[in-house]
């Protein structure tokens, strides 16, 4: 079992930055790649971005495409998601999660493991 905590989230104004990480609570072994979904208000939680065991692959949503970027540290355990030029649509709570066998995926069932998610709040 893999533990998966993010932190980072908060209120931030449109047009700023923010980066928001997850951190395994160990060396996560049989770990492959990890992704980014988010749940806004009142909507099911949706694809953001995802990024191989190596990190040389990645896949981003098209509405986060061009502003978001998803990166990882193997090292320290560590997945990140900078996230630029915010939107007030990008609130919601980001969720970090890891899958155990081979492969990026955009689908949530795909995922075996799952952080409790930190919240981003834009305002306009």
């Known amino acids: 079992q893999v533990r998966l905590v993010e932190s980072g989230g908060g209120l931030v104004q449109a047009g700023d930055s923010l980066r928001i990480s997850c951190k395994a609570d160990?060396?996560?072994?049989?770990?492959?790649?990890m992704g980014w979904f988010r749940r806004a208000p009142g909507k099911e939680r949706e694809f953001v971005s995802t990024i191989s065991r190596g990190g040389s692959t990645t896949y981003d949503s098209d509405s986060v495409k061009g502003r978001f970027t998803i990166s990882r540290d193997n090292a320290k355990n560590m997945a990140y998601l900078q996230m630029n030029s915010l939107r007030p649509e990008d609130t919601a709570v980001y969720y970090c999660a890891a899958r155990s066998t081979l492969g990026i995926s955009l689908l949530e069932a795909r995922y075996d493991y799952w952080g409790q998610g930190t919240q981003v709040t834009v305002s306009s």
């Open positions: 160990r060396r996560p072994l049989g770990v492959d790649a």
